[in-house]
């Protein structure tokens, strides 16, 4: 006779889970990384030696940390009132013009707002801006939120337009409703590491035009050893009507725009210290 084969052993009970259609789907891991990175964005534009070297690709973000008393975009300081914009968006509106920039030699700038009050977003475009489309790349910025630049948003960004707005501390508190040391901080770090940055100092008659206060910030970006030029940018009122559009009172209404007189003096005292002032 034939060999019967063997019972099977019994199965023992499995442990009671909920229906197929009442549990949560898995989510697979790059269908994470392929969800697009989002962003507040004020507006872009292009511009030509405001914003960095040559013609550059200049993206406004939305948010801003500081309420500086002569801010030309106080629209711009909080980050609801900008478009949710993807990073696909902006890549594919700056690849408009790479040409063009290309062959005016210049790049592409985050600007703001304060674009480091959205790290991955500003990371995301600095690193597709300088990897996709080739682009030289700059982060114009306060310092103030510098401890949110990781190493790798550094790295894919060639020039750090930094703006120190006085050395007097009551003074930049005042001028900003913030704390100077966050951007000196920054600064320090940012000379640890070899990046290039240009120092950008706002000349207003009155407030930040003492002597003492220009020379403190001058002696400061002469000793960090990567500032290769500094912007002494006169104090104007083109934003005074956006301010009005907000009902915000704009207390340098009746300040001065310094005089040529003025605005040679301070970059002379930036030139005393070896820095190319413009």
Request: net charge neutral; charged share 20%; aromatic share 8%.
């Given at each position: 006779?034939?060999?019967?084969?063997?019972?099977?052993?019994?199965?023992p009970p499995?442990?009671?889970?909920?229906?197929?259609?009442?549990?949560?789907p898995?989510?697979?891991?790059?269908?994470?990384?392929?969800?697009?990175?989002?962003?507040?964005?004020h507006?872009?534009?292009?511009s030509?030696g405001?914003?960095?070297?040559?013609?550059?690709?200049?993206?406004?973000?939305s948010?801003?940390?500081?309420?500086?008393?002569?801010?030309?975009?106080?629209?711009?300081?909080?980050?609801?009132?900008?478009?949710?914009?993807?990073?696909?968006?902006?890549?594919?509106?700056?690849?408009?013009?790479?040409?063009?920039?290309?062959?005016?030699g210049?790049g592409?700038t985050?600007?703001?707002?304060?674009p480091?009050?959205q790290?991955?977003?500003?990371?995301?475009?600095?690193?597709r801006?300088?990897h996709?489309?080739?682009?030289?790349?700059a982060?114009?910025?306060?310092?103030?939120?510098g401890?949110?630049?990781?190493d790798?948003l550094?790295?894919?960004?060639?020039?750090?337009?930094?703006?120190?707005?006085?050395w007097?501390?009551?003074?930049?508190?005042?001028?900003?409703?913030?704390h100077?040391?966050?951007?000196?901080?920054?600064?320090?770090?940012?000379?640890?590491?070899?990046?290039?940055?240009h120092?950008?100092?706002?000349?207003?008659?009155?407030?930040?035009?003492?002597?003492?206060?220009?020379d403190?910030?001058?002696?400061?970006?002469?000793?960090?050893?990567?500032v290769?030029?500094?912007?002494?940018?006169p104090?104007?009122?083109?934003?005074?009507?956006?301010?009005?559009?907000?009902?915000?009172?704009?207390?340098?209404?009746?300040?001065?725009?310094?005089?040529?007189?003025?605005?040679?003096?301070?970059?002379?005292?930036?030139?005393?210290?070896?820095?190319?002032?413009?």
């Open positions: 006779m034939t060999a019967l084969p063997a019972p099977a052993a019994a199965t499995r442990a009671a889970r909920p229906p197929a259609a009442l549990s949560a898995a989510t697979p891991a790059a269908a994470v990384m392929q969800r697009p990175v989002v962003g507040s964005v507006s872009w534009d292009l030509t405001v914003d960095g070297p040559g013609s550059r690709f200049v993206v406004f973000l948010g801003c940390p500081l309420t500086c008393l002569y801010c030309q975009n106080p629209d711009t300081w909080r980050m609801r009132d900008g478009k949710r914009t993807t990073a696909d968006e902006v890549v594919a509106e700056a690849s408009r013009y790479t040409h063009f920039i290309a062959a005016a210049g592409a985050i600007s703001g707002g304060e480091l009050l790290p991955v977003f500003t990371g995301e475009l600095l690193h801006f300088k996709e489309l080739g682009l030289h790349t982060l114009d910025t306060s310092g103030f939120l401890s949110r630049a990781t790798a550094l790295r894919d960004t060639d020039l750090v337009l930094l703006d120190i707005k006085s007097d501390r009551a003074t930049y508190q005042r001028v900003t409703g913030r100077l040391d966050p951007t000196l901080a920054f600064a320090r770090r940012l000379a640890d590491l070899g990046k290039e940055v120092v950008r100092f706002v000349l207003v008659p009155g407030l930040t035009d003492h002597p003492d206060n220009i403190g910030v001058a002696a400061f970006a002469a000793s960090l050893g990567n290769t030029r500094v912007d002494v940018l104090f104007h009122k083109l934003g005074e009507a956006k301010w009005r559009a907000l009902h915000r009172p704009f207390t340098l209404s009746d300040t001065p725009v310094p005089t040529t007189e003025q605005t040679n003096l301070a970059r002379s005292i930036f030139a005393a210290h070896g820095l190319n002032a413009v």
